[in-house]
């Protein structure tokens, strides 16, 4: 009998202590689990800081590439376009060239660059002329009133507005007040330019071509103001007009609000030195 007792007392201790090896064992492994899990999760965690940070990085390296292009400057040629028979030369240094015409406002800024460095050219005249809201150049009202150009006979008056000459600053910039042009029979609407370098009139003649404008922002114009009266006879759109076909696509200035009622027209001039 005592050995039975003995023997069960044994059995039952034995019991007890596989119990709290059997618990501690379990709370080991039980941590020990939990340790490699936070140690996953930890690394789970650095590994999706490191893509993010990293994504974040090459994201931020991106746009700074993408905004140093954009602001690059463009290096093509300048498209040569026919100069029209309603240039003249030795026109006044000025930027605000509206004289009191009517119409909707327009800030030009025009920038020369040299098309084989791509470097802005300072001290470059940049000559610009164009019609009215009626169609009518100055030097020419009698001649040009809104129909076809005339020929290259030589001024009939001595008006200039809508006429002026700048010249380039150290970025290669030069800016114009003046207003939207309209239009006349034959021809969608225009801006004619040329640039001289080594002087305005002395100096030789760079480039000679004409800038252009989206037919829809122009058709949105000429809905308002003084354009309305003559909107609806006009007779010829970028699409059909023979001179754009020569490049205007390449010469059409990009356009923004001035957030007064008017726009901003921009464009890069390419041009070579000789």
Request: charge should be positive; glycine fraction near 12%.
């Amino acid at each position: 009998m005592k050995y039975r007792a003995g023997q069960s007392l044994l059995t039952f201790t034995g019991v007890l202590v596989m119990l709290r090896l059997s618990r501690r064992t379990s709370f080991l492994d039980l941590r020990t689990r939990l340790s490699r899990g936070a140690l996953l999760k930890l690394g789970g965690l650095s590994i999706t800081a490191l893509v993010t940070g990293t994504g974040r990085s090459l994201n931020v390296a991106r746009a700074a590439s993408e905004t140093a292009v954009s602001n690059a400057p463009s290096c093509v040629l300048s498209p040569e376009m026919t100069q029209g028979p309603y240039y003249i030369p030795r026109e006044k240094i000025r930027s605000n060239i509206k004289e009191g015409k009517p119409g909707t406002p327009l800030q030009l800024r025009l920038t020369v660059v040299d098309a084989a460095t791509c470097k802005p050219i300072k001290g470059a005249a940049v000559d610009i002329w164009h019609c009215d809201a009626g169609g009518i150049y100055a030097g020419f009202m009698s001649a040009s009133s809104g129909g076809p150009p005339g020929g290259n006979s030589g001024p009939t008056d001595k008006r200039t507005f809508l006429r002026g000459i700048q010249r380039t600053n150290a970025r290669g910039l030069a800016s114009f007040l003046t207003v939207y042009p309209g239009w006349y029979r034959g021809r969608t609407v225009h801006i004619h330019v040329m640039v001289h370098l080594g002087g305005v009139v002395v100096g030789h003649i760079v480039h000679t071509g004409q800038l252009f404008f989206s037919d829809t922002l122009t058709s949105k114009v000429f809905a308002t103001g003084v354009y309305r009266a003559r909107a609806s006879a006009r007779d010829t759109f970028n699409r059909t007009d023979s001179i754009y076909a020569a490049g205007g696509a390449q010469s059409t200035l990009s356009m923004n609000h001035d957030g007064h009622g008017g726009y901003i027209g921009t464009i890069t001039l390419g041009v070579h030195r000789s």
